[in-house]
Structure formats: C-alpha cells, structure tokens
C-alpha cells in the first residue's frame, strides 16, 4: 500500500513541484539575510527583509486571476507554474549581479519581485497539487511536497552558503537560476489535471464566490486564526536564525551550510517521511495535536544553544531536531489546508489559507530584532517556545467544527 503511493506518478510530480516552490523563498530569506549580514548592513535592515515575503500573504488578491484565465498552452494549472518559472530564472540572474553594499536598495526591489512571482507560482501549484490529489493521497502528498520544499530551502538556504563561501554569491544564485530552469520539466512532464466542469466565468464568481465558500464553514473564523498561529512560534524562532548562528555565536558560512545541507536535510528527510507513514494509519487531527508539540519543543532547543554559546554538535543536534518535527508538522498542516478546499476555487482558497499562514512568517522578522535587541535572545527563544502553544489549544477546542467542515480530521 506504501510503496502503491510512493510510486504514484501524481506523488512524484508534487514533491518536484514543491522542490522549484521552495527554491525562490529561502533564497529571498535566509540567504538574501546571510549576504547582507555578511556585507555588514546593520540589524533592523536584516529584520525587515522579512517584509519581502508580503507577497506570500497578499497573493489570494490575484490567485482568482489563476482560477479565470487559462494560458493557451499545458492548462490552467501547469500553464501558470511555467510562466512563473521562466520569470523566476531571469529575476534572479538580475539580481546575482548586484552588490548589497552599494545597492542594498535595488536588490530589495528585484527581491521583492522574485517574491511576487514565486508566490504567484505557489498559487498554481498549491491549486495543481489540490485539485489532482484524491484525498487518500493527501496525507503523503502533503508529505512529499513538504520533502520537495524543504530539501529546496535546503538547497538555497544551506548549501548557497557553502557555495557562496568558496564560489561567491553571483555564481550561487546563477547555480540556483538553473535548478529552476530544470524544474520546468517536471512541468511540462507533469499529469494533466482534470478540466474544472463549472469554471469560474463572471466577476462574482472568480472573485467573490470562493470567499462566499470558504467563509461559509462552521467556526471559520476560529478555524482562520488557527491557520494564522499554529506555526507562529516557529515562524518566530527562525526568523533570525541566520543573524543568530553567524552574529551572535560565530560560525562561519561553511558551518551553518554545512548543518542545514546535511543534517538539516537528513532530519527533513526522515521527518516527512515518518510524518507521511503516521498519516496513512492516524487521523489528520491527531497528526496536528501531536507534530505540533513535538514542533514546539523542538524549538526550545534553541534557549540551550543560546545559553551554550558556540557549540558545534549542539547547533547541528538543534538544527536536526527542528527540521525533523517541523518537517512532521507542515506535512499535517499542509494536508489540513488542502482538505478545506473547493476544486472549483483552490487556487483563489488555498492562496488566502496560505497567505494567513504566512503573517507569522513574514512580520516575525521586525518584531523578532526588536524583541531581541531590548530581551536578548535567550528570552526570546521563550517567548518563541511559548507561542507554539496557543493554536494547539486551539486546535483542541475546535476538534468536532473541523470534522464537520469537510477537512480530515477525525480522531
């Protein structure tokens, strides 16, 4: 039955998907935080360039764009993750060849267009993953677009940071231009998605009808706040993590890239697999309760690293054990979102279920400079760790509107 879903054709394409999805965004976060950083821009700037990812939160504007008009070439789904795939390429050689030191200004706004795009095709392979997915699939389809995306953040997260350590930054985000180049096979390869019957026509419809749906389910308003902060204290705790192991405790590129390629990807690896495998044989909402305090103390770890100082084996047993339960609990997450949504409106409904998952994230990085220059970061990781908590409470009290609002979570 496992190996059945592990060699599904549909699988496999989604976890490549996810894999050129996650590429522009660690490269617009980590590495875009890493460059500046090391090219001495001071503090707060590191902290507002999470502000860039305000694409990935305002993108359910334009996802009823993705749900109307259909490219005249691989349909309405894979027509879009195309488009967007060429648009990425050249955005991010544009801005390999800039200097953070003297036009730190400039690379923010390609940044932010390469921000723009990719959330656009996260719009339409969020929609393609939705709508070609049968529900018994979602649980390790949503661990595999989980692996794809994360071994991505990986990728141009971790190992840019070797590579930029010995190649230099142009030829890193060039190397990462071309994984996305070679990402649009998966596309044009990728299984046709079923043609919606009822297609979105009039403006009320593409516009107005998903919202009209979604808000419709019992409880939705308490179900939305869940979607915003069952992640938050994780979005928190890595919003300055690259500024923490390279400026606070000293390591050196080669050493952070070293632990998020490696043991990162080892740990992320084992994690959604272990998380897929439990899917099949538990409920979603179980899976939630559980991967979501496993997140949580994971996320401690880092108050002992920051009361240890510069310890390699510790950063790199933190860096493992967090990618392992995160990697757990984004797959349970992901599922959770896929199964609140209408086929006929995915894109426009999992756009603006993913864009409140992404305000933790992207207002994290400002709140967490300022938290850390007035609390210092070992009370900072404890206000991260306690933020972990709300949405699993949350999550409890909600248990019996969640099974009946059609999502899988049945104890």
């Known amino acids: 039955m496992l190996g059945h879903y592990i ?53 359910f504007l334009w996802a009823p764009l993705l749900d109307r008009f259909i490219p005249p070439f691989l349909g309405r789904r894979r027509g879009w993750i195309l488009l967007t795939q060429l648009g990425l390429c050249v955005a991010i050689i544009i801005m390999a060849r ?41 649980g390790l389809g ?11 953040m990986l990728v141009s997260g971790g190992l840019a ?9 142009q030829v890193t985000f060039e190397m990462i231009a071309g994984l996305i180049g070679l990402s649009i096979l998966a596309t044009l390869f990728a299984p046709k998605e079923t043609p919606c019957k009822l297609p979105p026509q009039s403006l009320a419809t593409f516009v107005v009808q998903p919202f009209k749906d979604l808000l419709s389910r019992d409880k939705i308003v308490f179900i939305l ?36 390629k490696t043991f990162g990807l080892i740990a992320t690896l084992m994690g959604v697999f272990v998380g897929g495998i439990f899917m099949v044989r538990i409920s979603l909402f179980r899976a939630l ?11 401690a770890m880092f108050i002992v690293l920051a009361m240890a100082g510069k310890h390699y084996f510790l950063m790199v047993s933190c860096i493992f054990i967090e990618s392992f339960c995160s990697g757990m609990s984004t797959a349970a997450f992901v599922a959770f979102l896929m199964s609140l949504c209408n086929v006929k409106f995915s894109a426009t409904q999992y756009a603006f279920l993913s864009a409140l998952f992404a305000l933790g994230r992207v207002f994290a990085g400002p709140v967490a400079a300022v938290i850390v220059q007035y609390a210092g970061w070992i009370n900072f990781y404890w206000i991260a760790f306690l933020l972990s908590f709300p949405g699993i409470i949350l999550l409890i009290n909600l248990r019996a509107c969640v099974r009946s609002n059609n999502a899988e979570a049945i104890a």
Do not use: C
């Open 98 to 138: 800039l200097n953070p030191a003297t036009q730190p200004s400039i690379i923010s706004l390609v940044a932010l267009v390469i921000a723009f795009i990719s959330a656009t095709q996260d719009i339409a392979t969020d929609a393609y993953r939705t709508d070609i997915l049968h529900s018994e699939e979602r």
């Open 161 to 169: 940071l070797v590579m930029a350590d010995y190649l230099g930054w």
């Open 225 to 260: 706040l869940f979607v915003m902060i069952y992640k938050l204290g994780d979005a928190l705790a890595l919003a300055l993590m690259s500024n923490f192991l390279l400026g606070k405790l000293g390591f050196s590129l080669t050493d952070v890239g070293i632990a998020f």
């Open 7 to 59: 060699t599904n054709r549909r699988i496999q394409t989604v976890l490549l998907l996810g894999f050129s999805s996650g590429l522009p965004l660690a490269l617009t976060g980590s590495s875009l935080q890493a460059w500046f950083t090391q090219s001495g821009v001071d503090l707060l700037t590191i902290g507002s360039l999470t502000l860039l990812g305000l694409p990935y939160v305002w993108k």
């Open 289 to 299: 309760i559980g991967f979501g305090l496993l997140q949580a103390f994971s996320n």
């Open 142 to 152: 949503a661990a595999a677009v989980t692996l794809g995306f994360r071994v991505a």
